[in-house]
């Protein structure tokens, strides 16, 4: 699967239609749409697609054809994202229509082809699931867990400190694999690593 951490603009022009795509983070989708409208208030479509994970680590996906003829533009739009494997992003195309019409094969060509062109421009991530650890350790050792997380790209998201120092940290399955083995003389204990 694959995911992206930036926001990327194609523009498809098609007899005097405009169809300009937006892939967005999916965080940022809601708030992009809102300003796109703002932004475009004579365009005649805002076409959406979006595939995020929901907190049961689930693909949820959505489309939305804005008004467009029924299953002529969200869908197709959703289907390049599947075929992408591209997972917590969202595609908006503002359509400008030129006055010509494109008929129901023209509109699921041009939005199949804003998608993959926008698709092609961005730079697209490798999505690894994270997991969240509980770490302890002795004061003596907390410069060289801070060190070696930096190294292991791992997040400490949280810290704590009383008899023991108490890290809470996030990364990938192997990222923490590697990161336990190194250290495994350091750390008073740790939480069960999920298999």
């Excluded at 990327?8 to 967005?24: D, N, W």
Aim: charged share 25%; net charge positive.
């Amino acid at each position: 699967m694959n995911f992206v951490d930036s926001k990327y603009i194609q523009t498809l022009e098609i007899k005097q239609s405009k169809f300009i795509a937006h892939l967005v983070p999916y965080f940022l989708y809601k708030k992009t749409l809102k300003a796109l409208k703002e932004k475009h208030p004579k365009a005649r479509h805002f076409v959406t697609a979006s595939r995020h994970l929901n907190e049961f680590n689930q693909i949820v996906e959505h489309s939305s054809d804005d008004g467009e003829p029924k299953g002529t533009s969200g869908k197709p739009t959703l289907i390049v994202l599947q075929g992408a494997d591209i997972i917590n992003a969202a595609i908006i195309t503002v359509r400008y229509f030129g006055g010509t019409k494109l008929g129901t094969g023209g509109l699921v060509r041009a939005y199949s082809d804003a998608t993959n062109l926008v698709l092609a421009s961005a730079i697209l991530l490798e999505y690894k699931e994270e997991y969240v650890k509980e770490i302890s350790f002795s004061y003596t050792h907390l410069r060289k867990i801070e060190y070696e997380c930096g190294i292991f790209k791992i997040d400490i998201i949280e810290k704590s400190f009383d008899t023991l120092v108490v890290f809470k940290i996030k990364s990938d399955e192997q990222n923490l694999q590697d990161f336990f083995k190194k250290l495994a003389t350091f750390l008073e204990q740790h939480f069960p690593y999920p298999t």
